[in-house]
């Protein structure tokens, strides 16, 4: 069954202490992997799409890598207005499906 | 603003009763997508039409429907309603089918009493 688990559900970070979140998947073939951040009570907001293992994509301070089996998003010297909800994503080959992860919050302190 | 529209905002309603919550995707977009998200099951994909055709069915109950009419837009039917149908709901909308990135409108907020 295609999966996605999420880690850790929650980080606490100072101010420009980096940091990356994992998104671990089992597909049976992987169409593409997402990256959306979601703020309280609004709706996700798309970051990246990544398609196949060595691909990266830098959108101001977030980088992220994806491997055969995981993607991990880099956060480089976050600040407070980084703090939200990272929902990572797939789509299997075969299907137009979406499964998403429960999502890592973070909190970023100034 | 992501250019995607949802309304009602929020919704009040009883067990038993039904209801229907609209979407109106960004301007050219083709595809829909309709999602629920509980505090406990995180975001559910629900179901995903294209160009007025069904393309993909995630976890959606026999009691929810949903259609996309040729102007595009596209409505969520919930009938029935139980307790554990509160929840935000979501529709979200991309130029095509497949990997493309969704842009999600900001949800309809569904409470049942």
């Known amino acids: 069954e295609d999966q996605v688990t999420q880690s850790p559900e929650a980080l606490r970070l100072q101010e420009g202490e980096s940091s990356s979140l994992n998104c671990s998947y089992t597909?049976?073939?992987?169409?593409?992997l997402f990256w959306y951040r979601q703020d309280p009570g609004k709706g996700p907001e798309f970051l990246f799409t990544?398609?196949?293992a060595g691909e990266e994509k830098e959108k101001e301070r977030l980088k992220a890598t994806l491997t055969k089996k995981e993607s991990f998003l880099h956060i480089t010297a976050p600040k407070p207005e980084d703090s939200a909800t990272y929902l990572c994503?797939?789509?299997?080959?075969?299907?137009?499906?979406?499964?998403f992860g429960t999502g890592t919050r973070l909190k970023v302190l100034a | 603003d992501s250019g995607v529209t949802q309304t009602p905002k929020h919704l009040i309603t009883a067990t038993g009763q039904r209801v229907t919550l609209r979407c109106s995707p960004r301007s050219g977009d083709l595809s829909v997508y309709w999602y629920q998200q509980s505090l406990d099951q995180g975001l559910q994909f629900l179901i995903q039409?294209?160009?007025?055709?069904?393309?993909a069915k995630g976890n959606i109950l026999e009691r929810f429907s949903a259609q996309q009419f040729p102007d595009l837009h596209s409505e969520l039917n919930l009938s029935s309603l139980e307790l554990g149908d509160s929840a935000l709901y979501f529709c979200a909308s991309s130029v095509e089918v497949g990997s493309h990135e969704q842009f999600f409108g900001p949800g309809t907020r569904l409470t049942v009493l």
């Open positions: 597909v049976s073939g992987l169409r593409g």
């Open positions: 039409y294209y160009n007025g055709e069904e393309r």
């Open positions: 990544l398609y196949s």
């Open positions: 994503a797939v789509q299997a080959i075969g299907t137009y499906k979406y499964i």
